[in-house]
Nanobody, 115 residues
């Protein structure tokens, strides 16, 4: 049974920083592609960043240079460091695990950016 628990969301001013963290249960973390997605009100869920088991990363164009995804395979955690936040970054952020053809989601954490 896979459980993903996000933390670290909150309210921040434009230009500020937040660090999201996701703790994963189960034994497949080390072979999983981990990702962060976000969904703003009235919009579809979109990819923010992914990281492969070996550490290869991929970012949405809108966050390149501002966000950094990282993982700790010893602790079964994945983090998203978000810098220079903009109002358009406000959304619910979801942690995702992709393994063996399955996708698992966390419950989401709210990020609010005030202008």
């Amino acid at each position: 049974q896979v459980q993903l628990v996000e933390s670290g969301g909150g309210l921040v001013q434009t230009g500020g920083s937040l660090r999201l963290s996701c703790a994963a249960s189960g034994s497949n973390f080390k072979i999983s592609v981990m990702g962060w997605y976000r969904q703003a009100p009235g919009k579809q869920r979109e990819l923010v960043a992914t990281i492969t088991p070996g550490g290869g990363t991929n970012y949405a164009d809108s966050v390149k240079g501002r966000f950094t995804i990282s993982r700790d395979n010893a602790k079964n955690t994945v983090a998203l460091q978000m810098n220079s936040l903009k109002p358009e970054d406000a959304a619910v952020y979801f942690c995702n695990m992709g393994v063996w053809g399955n996708n698992y989601w966390g419950q989401g954490t709210q990020v609010t950016v005030s202008s």
